[in-house]
């Protein structure tokens, strides 16, 4: 039986590069260490999605954008028409910066969020955006980070962006105790959080097809109190 593959650190293409006796790799890492060590006596780097990758990578918020993105599944035609980023550089930058094939599973993906450090606000920022990627996926990164006049904001994702911070409040907020001022606030909040979800199943498309893993719930009225005509009717004998 073969052994699972280890998990690794996304970027471990990048730092084997990096060493200066790195001599075996693919062509991107072969243009990037080029691009690295101009002087080693190495043909220079005409790959230009490797250098511009290496130039988004070296600019620290755009590479925690960069990193949200691939987190979060985006395509290069979606980081192209959001973002202006060509083809040749999200490959580049997919392959040495941020390899999210590393990640076997969502435990992986938890595992590396959870040990970044936040010892300055850009890798306080930078966290949180790769966690805000993961559970909420490219459309969130998207609707706050995309230029304006290439993204289509349609309402079913503004309306996914106001459930999304309305959920999250009322999640914190859940521990009130009933005697609390805020209580009656929360349960207006929780209906408005409940019928917005009601809204987004509906503009949900039609055709999408269910699993084995989906659920239906359905709220059945519960039937009238019985009057003495249907007690006497099912044999009941009542004793004045």
């Not at 990627?133 to 079913?156: I, L, R």
């Not at 609390?180 to 917005?196: E, F, P, Q, W, Y």
């Amino acid at each position: 039986m073969p052994s699972p593959t280890n998990f690794s650190e996304p970027r471990h293409r990048f730092y084997d590069a990096m060493k200066e006796d790195f001599a075996e790799g693919t062509p991107r890492q072969k243009a990037l260490h080029a691009l690295i060590y101009p002087d080693a006596g190495l043909p220079s780097c005409e790959d230009m999605g490797v250098a511009k990758a290496y130039i988004s990578y070296m600019n620290e918020p755009v590479r925690a954008l960069f990193d949200a993105c691939l987190l979060a599944k985006a395509s290069s035609e979606e980081l192209e028409l959001c973002f202006g980023v060509d083809k040749d550089e999200t490959a580049a930058y997919a392959e040495l910066f941020f390899d999210t094939s590393v990640f076997g599973n969502d435990f992986h993906v938890v595992a590396y969020i959870s040990a970044l450090g936040t010892d300055t606000p850009a890798q306080a920022a930078a966290k949180a955006l790769l966690q805000e990627a993961f559970t909420q996926g490219f459309a969130a990164v998207k609707f706050k980070y995309g230029a304006s006049h290439k993204v289509m904001v349609t309402p079913e994702l503004a309306l996914r962006q106001i459930f999304t911070g309305d959920a999250k409040r009322y999640a914190e907020m859940q521990n009130l105790p009933l005697t609390s001022k805020a209580a009656k606030d929360l349960r207006s909040l929780g209906k408005h959080v409940v019928t917005t979800a009601q809204t987004l199943e509906k503009l949900a498309p039609k055709s999408a097809v269910k699993t084995d893993k989906d659920f239906t719930f359905v709220l059945d009225s519960a039937p009238p109190n019985p009057t003495l005509d249907d007690l006497l009717s099912k044999g009941v004998e009542i004793i004045h």
